[in-house]
């Protein structure tokens, strides 16, 4: 397509050169070269190995028009000017010449990790989005994925040795389908972003409904579903709708919302296909509006106010009333729900900040400070003194205060105000106040103290739940962390409930189980708390304030999924080597069940004919009957034989017994047992294969199986091929042939017990066959599978994982 487009200039009159190009020896490739300006390239020397890169210097001094650059992702030889291609790229174009290049989708730097979980490649070569994005024009060189396997088939990519690799490995329908899928994703990504700058640039702050965009306003509070099930429906009848929801957090962090309703909204949006948002600000509506615009949204969902009527009207308008008037010309949807107008609210009693201890304090020293301070004040009272007196007692409030909160520094402020007047407002010693202006600044005290107190008093409230909160917020990071990384999770989550609480010991109860942390003291009665339905937690110290009830139930949570876990893990280790081995005695019980009868009905059929017959047959006949039973009788010997390899069958349970098998040794017997001759079958199994975790006769059995079929259909002339290699953490052996193939709906059948896709004649074979295989393969926690030999015939590929440890280098 480069190519191509280069002709194109090329004909309106461009100057066009062809900086460099990667042919891969591709006839058709090579061919659109034709009639375009090659520029030379530059040999270099690399550990005695000569490399050829893109001539920099040679290009510039052409100075085309246009450079055609291909693999823009490109890592330069050794000793270049530059480590990166792209980075040659950027030097041209800072010369002046335009450049059109090519780049794969695996190379891009933010999808890296996302390809390789996809294909199970690591890319090494990769080139940062920003360089992409750079560019003027991007167009997507797209082709259905079964359009590019045929391609590979016909071999109009690779050369004929490598078209079978790469259909069942980097090539396969399913990774090329979703590098497909990541592609335009990722170019929509883009397309978006470009409108964004556009209308950054122009100035352009109204939305553009190139694209519906719902936003969800959740507060954390139970109408959050209905809100979202509601977005969820607008954004679907545009048919493809995107959905977002946004949660505004106070930056102090008070702001009253359930964290657990916010978790079960957040999973529901994923669940609708929307994503997540958290931003914080002081003014929701504002807030909200703001996010909206960002987004380009056009439709905004907000809940009817929780507020009473009497509410709104003393407080005034609400968030959804000013949204609405600050929205322009977004949508803006008011969903009513069940708790709307302050209907179904939880009702709950508000607890103080401090604790009672402090508040006793507080006003320990308004009535023990008060008094001294009027006694320290006394000796310099006279009519100046007023102002200095009314600061002293100010100082006095602000200090209880800080040590009791409000209502400590309330009663502090009455107190030192009727004190004021009784002491120090003539007439003294008296409640009457003989001067108008000693009565305003009086009241104007009263007032001015009890404002500070309510200001102290809810700054003290903010630093203790902001520094609880980041506790929280530490403590809940770190149980995360634990049981992401791994490790006992159960021991650490003990641990860290002692240790949040202040505890003297944890003692977790849990089936079979008993997990402990701290000192249990056993002549103590513990808070006893249930785990789910899996165990009890039992705390031993001091009892729990309820405002630590909720971060409690967190921690409950999290041991409850840990436990869950704990007993799955169990179960699959319990379970894993009774399922390989049912597996396999099933597949054997199977092929015994088939192949004593046949051969033992035909043996016996054959030696009643020959007692029976009273010299009636002719020799010929004798013959035949005689082979037949021969033939009968060597198929029985031969099930014998596999029967005694897999000896370790006893009272119907089959051991396997797994370890290191290095293919090298397992394929010459194979080829012995078969007596096959030079040609017979082509092997290509690299020498630097790593190991395999099996069990060596049964991969053996398994592979003499396969190879008997494939020697069976393979034309005269064409011999079967095996062939390995490694991929992914599994090595795969192939056993191919050139015959008739399987068409793809009897595919699945060729695994049920001995179908022979017609053949029907007694020397067919009756070994315990594909069914049998497929059970070994299995039981050893491989897969077999049958796909396609390109060009016809039948190709079955056995995976195997690769032995821990071994060397996983190999010919991927």
Do not use: C
């Not at 088939?153 to 389908?177: H, K």
Request: no cysteine; charged share 25%; hydrophobic share 45%.
């Amino acid at each position: 397509m480069m190519l191509e487009e280069g002709h194109r200039l090329r004909d309106t009159g461009k100057d066009v050169a062809v900086a460099v190009v990667e042919t891969h020896d591709r006839a058709a490739t090579a061919a659109i070269l034709d009639g375009l300006e090659l520029i030379p390239r530059k040999t270099v020397e690399h550990r005695g190995i000569t490399l050829t890169e893109m001539d920099l210097d040679a290009v510039i001094a052409r100075h085309p028009d246009i450079a055609l650059v291909d693999e823009l992702a490109h890592t330069n030889a050794p000793g270049s000017l530059n480590e990166k291609r792209w980075q040659d790229v950027e030097t041209i174009l800072a010369a002046g010449i335009d450049v059109i290049s090519t780049v794969n989708v695996q190379h891009i730097e933010s999808l890296n990790d996302v390809v390789e979980q996809i294909t199970g490649v690591p890319q090494r070569e990769t080139i940062p989005d920003s360089i992409v994005r750079s560019a003027t024009q991007i167009e997507v060189v797209d082709l259905t994925p079964q359009s590019l396997r045929d391609r590979l088939a016909e071999g109009q990519v690779y050369p004929a040795s490598r078209i079978d690799a790469a259909l069942s490995n980097y090539f396969r329908l399913g990774n090329l389908t979703a590098l497909r899928e990541l592609t335009l994703l990722w170019l929509a990504d883009e397309v978006d972003s470009s409108l964004q700058r556009y209308r950054a640039e122009h100035g352009i702050e109204e939305k553009w409904e190139a694209r519906e965009r719902v936003v969800v306003a959740l507060t954390g509070g139970p109408e959050g579903e209905t809100l979202l099930r509601r977005g969820a429906r607008v954004a679907a009848r545009s048919g493809s709708g995107e959905l977002l929801a946004v949660h505004v957090a106070s930056q102090d962090g008070l702001r009253v919302t359930d964290p657990a309703a916010l978790a079960v909204q957040r999973k529901l949006v994923e669940e609708l296909g929307g994503t997540f948002h958290q931003v914080v600000g002081t003014d929701i509506p504002e807030a909200l509006v703001a996010f909206a615009r960002a987004s380009n949204a056009t439709q905004l969902v907000i809940g009817v106010s929780r507020r009473s009527r009497l509410t709104a009207l003393l407080t005034g308008s609400g968030v959804g009333a000013t949204v609405v008037r600050e929205s322009g010309d977004i949508d803006v949807h008011i969903v009513t729900h069940g708790a709307a107008g302050g209907r179904n609210l939880p009702k709950f009693r508000r607890s103080g900040a401090l604790s009672v201890r402090r508040r006793v304090y507080g006003f320990a020293l308004a009535l023990i400070a008060g008094p001294l301070l009027t006694l320290l004040l006394l000796p310099i009272r006279s009519p100046d003194s007023l102002t200095a007196a009314a600061l002293a007692y100010q100082l006095l409030v602000v200090v209880v205060a800080l040590v009791g909160g409000i209502w400590p520094a309330l009663f502090a402020a009455i107190l030192s105000g009727l004190t004021l007047d009784y002491v120090f407002v003539a007439p003294y010693y008296t409640l009457t106040i003989g001067r108008p202006t000693h009565l305003l600044a009086l009241a104007l005290y009263v007032v001015i103290a009890v404002l500070v107190s309510v200001v102290v008093d809810q700054a003290a409230r903010r630093t203790r739940s902001a520094a609880r909160a980041s506790a929280e917020s530490e403590l809940l990071a770190t149980i995360a962390g634990g049981v992401i990384r791994g490790g006992d999770a159960v021991q650490a989550l003990v641990s860290r409930t002692r240790e949040a609480f202040g505890l003297t010991g944890v003692r977790l109860i849990a089936a079979d189980t008993v997990t402990t942390d701290g000192t249990v003291d056993e002549n103590e009665h513990p808070t006893m708390v249930p785990v789910g339905s899996r165990g009890t937690l039992e705390l031993f110290g001091e009892d729990l304030r309820a405002e630590d009830r909720r971060l409690l139930t967190v921690i409950v949570t999290q041991l409850d999924a840990a436990l869950e876990h704990l007993d799955l893990s169990t179960a699959a280790k319990e379970v894993g080597p009774l399922e390989a081995t049912d597996r396999v005695r099933t597949a054997l019980l199977a092929a015994v069940g088939h192949d004593l009868r046949r051969p033992l009905a035909a043996a016996t059929a054959a030696v009643t004919s020959l007692r029976s017959a009273d010299g009636r047959l002719s020799e010929r006949d004798k013959e035949e009957l005689l082979e037949t039973a021969e033939q009968s009788l060597q198929g029985l010997s031969d099930l014998l034989t596999n029967l005694l390899d897999v000896s370790r069958v006893q009272a119907g349970v089959l051991a396997i017994s797994l370890g290191a098998v290095d293919l090298e040794d397992i394929l010459p017997p194979v080829l012995d047992e078969l007596f096959v001759r030079p040609g017979d079958v082509v092997v290509d199994v690299p020498s630097d294969l790593p190991e395999v975790r099996a069990d060596a006769i049964l991969l053996q059995r398994a592979i003499v199986n396969l190879l008997t079929n494939a020697l069976r259909y393979s034309p005269k002339g064409e011999p079967p091929r095996i062939s390995a290699s490694a991929f992914s953490g599994m090595v795969e052996i192939r056993v191919a042939d050139s015959g008739p193939g399987v068409p793809d709906e009897r595919k699945e059948e060729i695994f049920h017990p001995f179908q022979r896709m017609g053949d029907t004649d007694n020397t067919a074979g009756i070994g315990l066959g594909l069914a049998l295989t497929k059970g070994f393969v299995e039981g050893m926690g491989g897969v077999l599978e049958p796909e396609d030999t390109p060009g016809g015939g039948l190709t079955m590929v056995l995976s195997l994982p690769i032995e821990q440890g071994s060397d996983a280098d190999g010919d991927a």
